[in-house]
């Protein structure tokens, strides 16, 4: 299925140094995109979400970027701390979906000290 | 705020037993909530939705028998693994979204991992 991915895309970066985690997302009919990190043996938690009629949006630390063009998001980290290694999945949403969304396969974060 | 939680967070289990886990909402209405399968190192895969007081809408390739929903409630959702066997073993992890947030945004539980001998 399409939320099945064999290899985990990893990225390492060292403490302090701003980070950026990628996502080609699928249907170009979705409208809602969520950014969640998840930590080992843990569920994955909220971080950000932008609406497809956004190109950017900020909070604490993080910034996402949707580019609808090419079907891509990404999301920045800056000053990374080691709290930040996990892995990092943005999904999807599309309206006539019953709410469905659809996840990448992730991305595993790695922050050296 | 939106917090989700699951009970148990492990569970070991013999083969052929039957297995339930608690997904609830503590602190908002859930009106929906899902289910995911999580293998090691993979993404999420979707089991099934669940809307309050209906039928559970279940993901192709997954057994609605032997993957029983139940959504009583809008803060209680249950999934229960019938005779299990060790290829069940996983983690699971339920997710709600409800009155709290953007309606598509989904709030997950911390996961339940699940070890079938």
């Known amino acids: 299925g399409e939320n099945v991915g064999l290899h985990l895309p990893t990225l390492s970066v060292q403490e302090g140094d701003n980070s950026i985690i990628n996502c080609a997302y699928s249907?170009?009919?979705?409208?809602?995109f969520i950014w969640y990190k998840q930590e080992s043996g843990k569920g994955p938690q909220f971080i950000i979400d932008?609406?497809?009629?956004?190109d950017k949006r900020q909070g604490q630390r993080v910034t996402v970027l949707l580019n609808k063009t090419v079907k891509h998001l990404s999301l920045q980290i800056a000053a990374t701390q080691p709290g930040d290694s996990a892995v990092y999945f943005c999904a999807e949403n599309t309206h006539n979906q019953g709410g469905k969304l659809i996840f990448g396969q992730g991305t595993e974060l790695s922050v050296k000290p | 705020g939106a917090v989700v939680s699951q009970h148990p967070s492990w569970v070991i289990c013999k083969s052929g037993t039957s297995v339930k886990i608690e997904c609830r909402s503590l602190?908002?209405?859930?009106?929906?909530m899902f289910w995911y399968r999580q293998f090691p190192k993979q993404s999420l895969m979707l089991m099934a939705t669940?809307?309050?007081?209906?039928?559970?809408?279940?993901e192709q390739g997954v057994e609605k028998d032997k993957f029983l929903i139940n959504h009583a409630s809008l803060t209680l959702s249950t999934l229960t693994v019938t005779s299990a066997h060790p290829e069940d073993s996983s983690f699971y992890i339920c997710?709600?979204?409800?009155?709290?947030?953007?309606?598509?945004?989904?709030?997950f539980g911390p996961g339940t991992r699940l070890l079938v001998l």
């Open positions: 602190d908002f209405q859930a009106t929906t």
């Open positions: 932008i609406r497809s009629n956004m």
């Open positions: 997710s709600a979204r409800g009155d709290r947030g953007p309606l598509e945004t989904q709030y």
């Open positions: 249907n170009s009919a979705s409208d809602y």
């Open positions: 669940s809307n309050e007081g209906s039928k559970a809408t279940y």
